[in-house]
């Protein structure tokens, strides 16, 4: 099955400077990479996905980047606010699982003020 | 006019009891799912349905059994608490196929 592997597991950063998710995933199968948010007792929201004949998506201040060779996406936030201190989910899925996503371990991010 | 709605949201029980969870969906997506979440906040996939079929059925003591009435609706019973059993459990929707799952806000077991 699918293993995805998330690094780091907490990240720290100053309010305004940019912060980097990066996630490895081992099923070359795979073919769609969601990114999900989740805050303190909240339920995970989704914030940008991206499928595998795309390299780059970018939605305002996150963006994804994927690439399929090396099996590795990653999610960059640009210009870092307080509430952007979550802690983020990457995963992966592919049609023949049964929509199933497997999901990294999470990286919990601080934005310091 | 939430989308997936989880009850109950908080769940304080005995080890040995039973309890359900019922989760119920309006977006008219095919396919739900429970995911457990545990104390370091991994989420792990438990069961998922498909229009009332279980496509997904992973690794779970039995003493957890799923069901699903209808493709709107997907609940989770579990036979004789244990205190490992504690955990945030998750209700998902998609529709099957690559598409992210939106989430119910969760139902926090705790065992005691």
């Known amino acids: 099955g699918e293993n ?17 998710i ?6 070359s199968a795979s073919n769609y990479f969601p990114w999900y948010k989740q805050e303190l007792g909240k339920r995970p929201q989704l914030i940008i996905d991206i499928r595998s004949n795309v390299g780059e998506k970018k939605d305002q201040r996150i963006a994804v980047t994927l690439n399929k060779t090396a099996k590795h996406f990653s999610l960059h936030i ?9 802690v ?6 592919q049609k023949t ?4 996503l497997t999901f990294g371990e999470g990286t919990q991010l601080t934005v310091n003020p | 006019d939430t989308a997936v709605s989880q009850t109950p949201k908080y769940l304080v029980t005995q080890m040995g009891n039973d309890k359900s969870i019922k ?28 229009n009332k079929e279980l496509i997904i059925n992973e690794t ?27 955990a945030v459990y998750f209700c998902a929707s998609s529709l099957l196929g690559d598409y992210g799952y939106t989430f119910g806000s969760g139902t926090r077991l705790t065992v005691v």
């Open chain 1, 4 to 20: 995805v592997e998330q690094h780091p597991s907490t990240l720290s950063v100053q309010e305004g400077d940019s912060a980097v």
């Open chain 1, 22 to 27: 990066k996630c490895t995933y081992s099923d």
């Open chain 1, 78 to 86: 640009t210009e870092t606010q307080p509430e952007d201190s979550a």
């Open chain 1, 88 to 93: 983020y989910f990457c995963a992966a899925s």
């Open chain 1, 97 to 100: 699982s049964g929509s199933r």
């Open chain 2, 23 to 50: 989760c119920e969906q309006n977006l008219g997506h095919d396919t739900m799912y429970w995911y457990k979440q545990d104390s370091k906040k991994f989420l792990k996939i438990m069961f998922s349905y498909n």
């Open chain 2, 60 to 86: 779970v003591p039995n003493r957890f059994s799923p069901k699903s009435p209808d493709k709107a609706h997907l609940n989770l019973h579990i036979n004789s608490l244990e205190l490992g059993d504690s």
